[in-house]
């Protein structure tokens, strides 16, 4: 009996990633995300947007939903990179909290995470996957980033602290509050406070006043 030749391995997922295309596809993307929104933006679309096949848009990304959480990812990582968020002790902690603080409303201002924000209250979006996946690849790991540290500075005895976990929670959500409504719904208001810099200070100000060991 003439004996069969074993199998060939799919040569794709074992070979390196050309990181070029991998960019291109990604700001590819984040492009027609924009533009038309998640659900009617399609992988061939992205595919020939970024100059390459759909079959290399999915080895890189396995699908629309993870491409979409890799960019939230991204954003996240390159407007707020780990060492922002370094839990020891050296630098004071007014100003570690002002640089996150001033990091993070710059992220959320930005053209690119208004657009995704508008995405993400689409009906489309109401009770799908997605919600998940960019809590998880967004919020939940800066909240838990912001948590690590308020602990080591809990140790260090900066800060009192019952729950850290909903002290960051309440860390993020003032600093988004009005300045961040307003963008989302584009509107500009004449007599709001929509100097970052302000907002900043008063929401660490806020913050200590809260936490800070007396």
């Not at 990304?61 to 990812?73: I, M, N, Q, T």
């Not at 996150?100 to 690119?112: D, K, N, Q, R, Y």
């Not at 009005?178 to 100000?205: I, M, R, W």
């Amino acid at each position: 009996m003439t004996r069969l030749p074993p199998p060939r391995k799919p040569a794709g997922p074992g070979r390196p990633k050309d990181p070029a295309k991998r960019a291109a596809i990604f700001d590819a993307a984040k492009r027609m995300f924009i533009l038309h929104g998640f659900d009617r933006v399609s992988m061939d679309q992205i595919a020939a947007e970024a100059g390459v096949s759909k079959l290399t848009v999915y080895s890189h990304f396995g699908d629309k939903e993870s491409l979409f959480a890799e960019a939230v990812r991204q954003h996240c990582d390159q407007a707020l990179p780990p060492e922002l968020f370094d839990p020891t002790p050296g630098t004071p902690l007014r100003e570690r909290l002002t640089a996150i603080g001033e990091a993070f409303v710059t992220m959320i201002m930005s053209p690119e995470a208004i657009a995704g924000h508008r995405i993400l209250c689409t009906p489309q979006m109401t009770g799908s996957g997605m919600l998940e996946l960019f809590w998880k690849a967004g919020p939940q790991r800066t909240q838990m980033a912001f948590v690590t540290l308020l602990q080591r500075r809990i140790e260090a005895g900066e800060l009192d602290i019952d729950d850290p976990e909903r002290a960051a929670a309440h860390f993020f959500t003032l600093l988004k509050g009005e300045l961040h409504a307003l963008a989302v719904f584009g509107y500009s208001c004449s007599k709001c406070d929509t100097n970052p810099v302000t907002h900043v200070a008063s929401v660490v100000d806020l913050f200590l006043r809260a936490y800070a060991k007396r």
